[in-house]
């Protein structure tokens, strides 16, 4: 009688379990993990910069603020051909400099005479915000805009009184020109300027002259969609450096407290840390040229093809965003040099990344989670950033095999994380067969949302990804293998 209950409880207890099976939920997420609007960032990868004002004309770099609007005049402006420019490079987004540190308005705003309106551009009709921002949506891109915080012309910088300034132009922008997706927040403040005819220096406490908290909390009332960039966040953080380079070990989370827009730690900007409280994506911005406006005398000097392929690499291959600066001409158009290296930039791009050699191979891991198709180990090589493979709780170290089926030639590797559920991986290793045992070929730190690694030229048939370090449940969504196009350095 015992014996026929056992059994008749175990057919009766089957269908249970295998109908919870088929719902199981996905992995806990870490207590930090993205937005969605951060994750829908980070998948853009490359965005860009538009560095146009006054100094495109006075041939500078920090305008003073005493220029005469007169002299912004482009004689062909014209900001579709900007776009298409930054298109032909894989930029799915750019951000114009509505106010540099001059102070000089690309737009008729209501509260200076330093803009566009008092120069012949369009005879003072013009508007070069507009033009962007309708540029930018006619062509499918999202367009963001930088207002500076340091003006170096309004007689009030440094008192209360610019403070209101600074905020009725954050107004203006958010609320007469549409959707803006980014808002970028430089972190030069203070020092030498015109400042309405004082001609002096002026310095400001950068932790609390701009009340950032209420200033920020403004702006995502007026737009609530709307990324933030500066040194400390909110959504988007500045890596330290503008050279384009993330660390090497670099952690999308981040602890704000530590940070102070200005005046934070470089290195610790470069690499976050795993522990942070905040999720802040790392943005790695560089210019095409030396410098971040047009200066004739750089028109030999712009960044060469393969050079934004390194720089790609150690921004995108390091899990931050490329955000590439292309400063228009005093025509008003971006250089033909300029075009030409970007595009071809994206075309190496392309080509190495056109075939994934590990697309639909056979996978096997020395554990998945629940036994359960959902974390099954092939789902790192469907290419999709959906599906994922996971293990049990507390199963470290972790492997998964890519079995190819025969001898692939390939030095690139590209691996990601699932960041909806947060970073997880700290160190992990790239293994070959060599005999009998497995041989390490690369010994990495963190991963985050992609991380690519170039290698000598390996030939194999079999390739194992080993999680040595991680501070939650291992998962991995994709491992792929590539050719390096011939035309990469």
Known sequence: MKKLFTFSFKLLLFPVLFSCAEKIPDIDPNPVIPSENQVKYQQMEIVGFIHFTVNTFTDKEWGYGDEDPSIFNPSELDAEQWIIAAKSGGMKHLILTAKHHD???????????????????????????????????????????????????????????????????????????????????????????????ANENRQIDRETYYDWNNTIAMVKELQPQVLIFSDAGPDIRWVGNEKGYAGETFWSTINT??????????????????????????????????????HEEEDSLVKSPGELVDIYYKSVGRNAVLLLNLPPDKRGLIHENDVASLTEFKDIIDETYAENLAAG?????????????????????????????AVDDNVLPAGITVDLGKEILFDRILLQEPIRFGQRISSFEIQIPNGNEWETIYEGTTIGYKRILRLPPVETSRIRLKITGANNTVTISNLGLFKASLREP
Do not use: M
């Open 103 to 197: 102070g000089f308005c690309l737009w008729p705003s209501s509260y200076t005479e330093h803009s566009i309106k008092n120069s012949p551009y369009k005879n003072g009709n013009g508007d070069i915000v507009r033009e962007f921002v309708d540029a930018c949506r006619k062509h499918g891109l999202k367009a963001g805009l930088y207002l500076s915080p340091w003006d170096r012309n309004h007689k009030d910088y440094g008192t209360p009184e610019y403070f209101t300034y600074f905020r009725n132009q954050l107004t203006e922008l958010l609320t007469q020109y549409g959707e803006i997706n980014e808002i970028w927040f430089d972190g030069a403040n203070g020092g030498t300027g015109f400042y309405g005819g």
């Open 257 to 294: 407290d530590n940070l102070i827009i200005g005046n934070s730690d470089r290195v610790y900007l470069n690499t976050g840390e795993p522990g942070g409280k905040h999720w802040i994506v790392g943005q790695c911005d560089v210019s095409i040229r030396p410098g971040w406006f047009y």
């Open 361 to 389: 191979a056979a996978c096997y891991a020395s554990n998945h989670r629940f036994n359960h198709s959902k974390f099954s180990p092939g789902n790192i090589t469907d290419n999709s950033t959906e599906t994922y493979w």
